[in-house]
């Protein structure tokens, strides 16, 4: 069977934990990154790079929506 659907999305590492994605159907690309005790869990520190959602954070958003 043949998915219904592939998503190609592409994820440029811009410094430490700073990413940008580019999604379908977004000119735009989406910031992710760290903040509170995620970042704190990676040990980088408060102001060290801005704070932006991480993945997990859009990954509960997805699943909760």
Not at 9 to 23: D, K, S
Not at 40 to 60: I, K, N, R, S
């Amino acid at each position: 069977m043949e998915p219904a659907y592939v998503s190609r999305v592409r994820i440029v590492r811009e410094r430490g934990p700073i990413r940008q994605a580019y999604l379908p159907a977004t000119r735009e690309p989406v910031t992710f990154g760290t903040h509170g005790p995620v970042r704190e869990h990676y040990g980088t520190a408060p102001g060290q790079y801005p704070d932006h959602p991480t993945t997990l954070d859009y990954v509960v958003a997805a699943a909760a929506g």
